[in-house]
T-cell receptor, first 116, second 115 residues
Framework: AQKITQTQPGMFVQEKEAVTLDCTYD???????LFWYKQPSSGEMIFLIY??????QNATEGRYSLNFQKARKSANLVISASQLGDSAMYFC?????????????FGKGTSLLVTP | ETGVTQTPRHLVMGMTNKKSLKCEQHLGHNAMYWYKQSAKKPLELMFVYNFKEQTENNSVPSRFSPECPNSSHLFLHLHTLQPEDSALYLC??????????????FGPGTRLTVT
């Protein structure tokens, strides 16, 4: 069984600063995918970034980067130059294979508040 | 603009009512999902469909009945719900099994309140 752990229930960061949101995972599958989603107060889940277990390089998407440390089973999200609009819940998620069509297992989430 | 739409956005129903949630995706995907998000809990999978066939059922009570008539539409039929079923119900779509690893795109959700 797969498990996602997000140990930070809430985080604060000042505008324009960088912030790291932690995510650790546990799986026995050799192939898996890791995802980060953002959920604003409106409720919609917004995809941010994806990392495959066999990817050699850390994923980056604009201001988002994923610090993938396979041996430590961690997949931390780094947001650079935080903006007020980044205030939201952030969820780390995992899929059980390197393929689509499977359910994602989500962590409990981290609430991020960006202050002026 | 999201490629996944859900209706209604808000629903209040009594425990004896029957209602349906609708999800439609315009992304050309072949996999669709229902998730439940209760307060203070992580998202829980309910059902997965690949190419209109149900491939995962996360031990969901029979008062929730999914229907996937085609790859673009997904329904969740509700009957004799309990107050603890009040939650945000999120629909998602993605490429299907065998089509490589890709993210799931979510709709805005239906906020359900059972009275």
């Amino acid at each position: 069984a797969q498990k996602i752990t997000q140990t930070q229930p809430g985080m604060f960061v000042q505008e324009k600063e960088a912030v790291t949101l932690d995510c650790t995972y546990d799986t026995s599958d050799p192939s898996y995918g890791l995802f980060w989603y953002k959920q604003p107060s409106s409720g919609e889940m917004i995809f941010l970034i994806y990392q495959g277990s066999y990817d050699q390089q850390n994923a980056t998407e604009g201001r988002y980067s994923l610090n993938f440390q396979k041996a430590r089973k961690s997949a931390n999200l780094v947001i650079s130059a935080s903006q007020l609009g980044d205030s939201a819940m952030y969820f780390c998620a995992m899929s059980p294979s390197g393929d689509s069509g499977y359910a994602l297992n989500f962590g409990k989430g981290t609430s991020l508040l960006v202050t002026p | 603009e999201t490629g996944v739409t859900q209706t209604p956005r808000h629903l209040v129903m009594g425990m004896t009512n029957k209602k349906s949630l609708k999800c439609e995706q315009h992304l050309g995907h072949n996999a669709m999902y229902w998730y439940k998000q209760s307060a203070k809990k992580p998202l829980e999978l309910m059902f997965v469909y690949n190419f209109k066939e149900q491939t995962e059922n996360n031990s969901v009570p029979s008062r929730f009945s999914p229907e996937c008539p085609n790859s673009s539409h997904l329904f969740l039929h509700l009957h004799t719900l309990q107050p603890e079923d009040s939650a945000l119900y999120l629909c998602a779509s993605s490429r299907a099994l065998g089509q490589g690893a890709h993210e799931q795109y979510f709709g805005p959700g239906t906020r359900l309140t059972v009275t």
